[in-house]
C-alpha cells in the first residue's frame, strides 16, 4: 500500500475525529458521570439505610428491586415480542442475570467502598472472555495469559489488604460474583445473537416516561410534606431521594451506554471507552468518599487499567487495525503512547482531585453513621440537623475554611468558632472537624485497640468515651480490644500487645483516651509510658486532652518531657489553645501535635427528655480541682427549694454487663443530671460541653489552671446561652439573668416538685 494511500486514510480518521470531537465527548463525560451517580446515591443509601436496620442484604435487596422496576417501567424490553422459544428463554435468562449481578454489586457496597467494589468491575470483561471460553470454546490470545494475571492482580492490588478482614473480604468476592453473573449474561447474549438479532433497548414512549417522572415527583413532594409535618423522618426522606436518583440513573448511563456511545464508537472502540469510563468511576467514588488510598494502591489500579486495554485491543486487534488501517510501526507507537498516558492520569490524576475536593463532602461508608453533605441535607450525632444560620452565607472565606484539610494545617482548627453562636452549630463544627481531621488521621486503619477509657462517676471522662467509640463505628474503624484505666494491667496490656501481633501496623492503630489528665495526674502519664513500652512499633494517638500543670511538679513535668519527645510514631491531640501553647513549649521534639475539640461532641444534639426539678442546678467540684469557693447567698426572688448544688460524683450510676456499657450509661446519667436544671452553673469542663449538647442556657466557673475558660475561649466563645463569671456570686446572678432571658422557651419545673413528700405532724 502505497504512502499517498495511508495518509488519505489518516487524514479521513482525523476528520472523523474532529466531526465527533464535541458531541463523543460530551457523550462519554454524560456516561461517566451519569453511572457515578447511580453508584454514589446507591452507596449513600445503603449506608444511611444502616441507621433504620444494620442489615445489609435487606437493603441491597430494596434497592435492587426499585433499580429494577425502574428498568421495567422505563425501558421496552420487549419481552412480548414474537421470537422463538430459545430466544425468550434467552431474553429471561439475561433478565434475571442482570439482576442479580445488580443485587450482588449493590450487596458488595454494604460491606466495602464503594470505589472497591467498582474496581473489581473492572475485571469484568476478562471475566466474560474466561467464561465464554469454556462455555462457548471461544479461542483466547496468548498473551491473554499474560494479560489477566495483570488484570486482576492490579484490581485487587487497588482494593488494599482487603482480605485481612472477613468483611471486606466478602465485599469483595461478592463484587466479583457480580462479574461472574454478567459473564453468564454475555454467553447468553452470544447465543440469542445466533437465533436473531439483539437490539438495542429503547425507551417507552413519552407519555409513558412522562407519566413515571410525574409519580416520582409526587412520591418525593408527598414525602417531603410529611416530614415537614413531622409524620415521617428527614433520613426517610433521604432515602426516598437516593432511592429515586440511584433507580433513574442506572436506567440513564444503561441507555447511553447502549445508544448513545455506539453512535460514536466501534465496538472494539467501545470496549477501551468502557475501561476509560470505570477508571474515572473508580476515581469519582474514591475521591467523593474520601476512602484511604496510597500510592501503591493507584499504581495498582494504573497496571490493571493498562493489562485492560493491551487485552482489548489484542482480543480485537485485527478489526481495530482494518479499520483504521494504519502502518504498523505508527499503530504501535500510538498503543504504547495511550497506554503509557492513561497509566500516568490514573495514578497522577487522584493526588490532583484529592488536594481540589472539599473536605465537607465525607459520606457515609458501609454500616456506619458518618456525616453527609450532599443535597443540602445534613447528618450528624443520630439526627438531622437543622439549617444552620451561620452558615447560611457561604462566603468566599468560609467556602475557603471548609474546603481545608486539617491534617495540613492541624493547629488552626477553632478558625470558624468565633462566630457560632448557637448549640447545633457549635455542635455542628465540632464533629466537622472531628471528620475533617480524623478521616485523614485514622482513616488508613481497619482495627483499633483504646487504652485508659473511663467507666467511674464523673460524667465526663465516661461521655468521652462514648464520643471516642461514636467515632470509630462512624469512620468504620473495628474496635478489638479496650480497658478501663483500672484494668490496663501489665497482664491486660501484655494480653492486648499479644492480640496486635496477627496485625500488622498498616491496619491496626493504638488509641489512648482523652481527657484533662496530660502532666497532672502522674498515674496516667505512667500508664501511657507502659503503652509506649508495649506497642511502640504501631502508630499511637492520644485522643483530645488538656494539659494540667500543678504547683511544685516540675520533677514530674520533666518526666513528661522525655516521655513524649521520645515517641516517635505518636500523635497529641489537645483541646484548646492554651494546652497547645503547653505542648509545644515542653514537648518539642518527635510528637505531631494537633487540636480539635472534646470529643463527647460526637454524642451529638440531645434533645431534654425529662422535665426539669429545679431553677437552676449548681454542678459544683468536689475534688482536687475545685476552685474552692462558697456558695453565695439566694438573690429575692430565688428560694432554696428551687436551687440545688451538688457534684454528679454522687449521682450514682447502675452497672452495666461490660465496662463500655457502664461508660455509655454513665454519659447518659450525666445529661439526665443536668436537665434537673432549666438553667445549670457548672466549674466542671464536661458540665458545660453536656449543657450545650442539651442546649441547657448554663454560667461557667473558672478553676485556677483556667480549664474551663481555655476551652470556652477556643469553641464555644460565642454562644449565646453560655456566660462565664468571675465568681459564684456573679455566677449565681448571670444564671437568674438567664432564667429572665429565656424563661419563655425554658420548660417549666415538673409538678410533683410542688407537693409535700412527708406526712403532716400529728
Sequence with gaps: ???????????????????TLFSGSATFISWAVTSFLCHQSTYLFLGTSANFQDNGLLWAFVITLCQVAMCCLLIDLGLWNSRSTEAKKMLWVKIACHSLATMATNYSMTMVHA??????????????????????????????????????????????????????????TVAFTSNLILAFRNVAIKLEQKDSPTSNIQLRSKRFVLGIVAVCIVVTLGTNYLTSRKRLSNLFL????????????????????????????????????????RVLVVLMLYSAGQREATLANFTALGICTFGLIIYVLDIKGKVFFSTINLPSKLVGRRLVGLSCLCFCAVVVGPFISINSMPDVHRYFIPRST??????????????????????SSRTPVVGEILQRKLILSPEETDTLSPSLT???????????????????????????????????????????????????????IKLLYYCNFHACTNKNLDYAKNLTSSYSNNDLIVLIHGGGNLVGYSFNDKLRQEIFQRFSHFKIVLFPQSIFLRKHSEKHLEFCKKLYTNQGNFTMILRDRQSLGYAKTYFKGKPTLMMAPDMAFQIGAVPRFISPSFDILWLKRSDEETPGYKLPKLPPGITVPHVHCS????????????????????????????????????????????????????????????????YHNTWTRSLANTVIAD????????????????GDVLPPIAPYMDVEENSPPR
Design 115 to 172: 470505589s472497591s467494589t467498582f474496581a473489581i468491575k473492572l475485571l469484568e470483561p476478562a471475566t466474560s472472555a474466561i467464561i465464554q471460553r469454556l462455555a462457548l470454546g471461544t479461542s483466547l490470545p496468548p498473551s491473554a495469559y499474560i494479560t489477566l494475571p495483570i488484570i486482576i492482580g492490579g484490581a485487587i492490588g487497588f482494593c488494599g489488604n482487603s482480605f485481612n478482614t472477613p468483611l471486606t473480604a466478602a465485599g469483595i
Design 370 to 391: 458518618k456525616c453527609i453533605e450532599f443535597l443540602g441535607i445534613s447528618f450528624e450525632g443520630n439526627a438531622f440537623l437543622k439549617y444552620i444560620p451561620e452558615f
Design 422 to 476: 448557637s448549640s447545633v452549630a457549635v455542635i455542628r463544627e465540632a464533629q466537622r472537624v472531628h471528620f475533617n481531621l480524623f478521616s485523614d488521621v485514622l482513616s488508613p486503619y481497619k482495627y483499633a485497640i483504646l487504652l485508659d477509657i473511663a467507666a467511674f462517676e464523673n460524667k465526663g471522662d465516661p461521655a468521652i468515651t462514648t464520643g471516642e467509640v461514636y467515632l470509630l463505628r462512624r469512620l468504620g
Design 1 to 19: 500500500m502505497s504512502a499517498a494511500h495511508h495518509l488519505a486514510n489518516l487524514n479521513c480518521v482525523i476528520i472523523c475525529f474532529q466531526r
Design 727 to 742: 465568681n459564684a456570686s456573679h455566677a449565681l446572678d448571670l444564671a437568674v439573668e438567664l432564667l429572665q432571658k429565656y
Design 238 to 277: 433521604f432515602l426516598v431521594y437516593m432511592g429515586l436518583s440511584s433507580s433513574v440513573f442506572h436506567v440513564i448511563y444503561s441507555y447511553i451506554s447502549t445508544n448513545a456511545v455506539l453512535l460514536y464508537m466501534s465496538v472494539v472502540s467501545h470496549s477501551v471507552a468502557n475501561i476509560f469510563k
Design 647 to 710: 457534684d454528679w460524683w454522687g449521682w450514682k450510676t447502675p452497672k452495666g454487663n461490660t465496662t463500655m456499657e457502664t461508660a455509655f450509661l454513665m454519659a447518659n446519667n450525666g445529661l439526665i443530671f443536668l436537665q434537673r436544671g432549666r438553667v445549670v452553673i457548672t466549674d466542671r469542663l464536661h458540665g458545660h460541653i453536656l449543657s450545650t449538647l442539651l442546649d441547657i442556657p448554663h454560667v461557667l466557673i473558672d478553676n485556677s489552671y483556667r480549664k474551663l475558660s481555655s
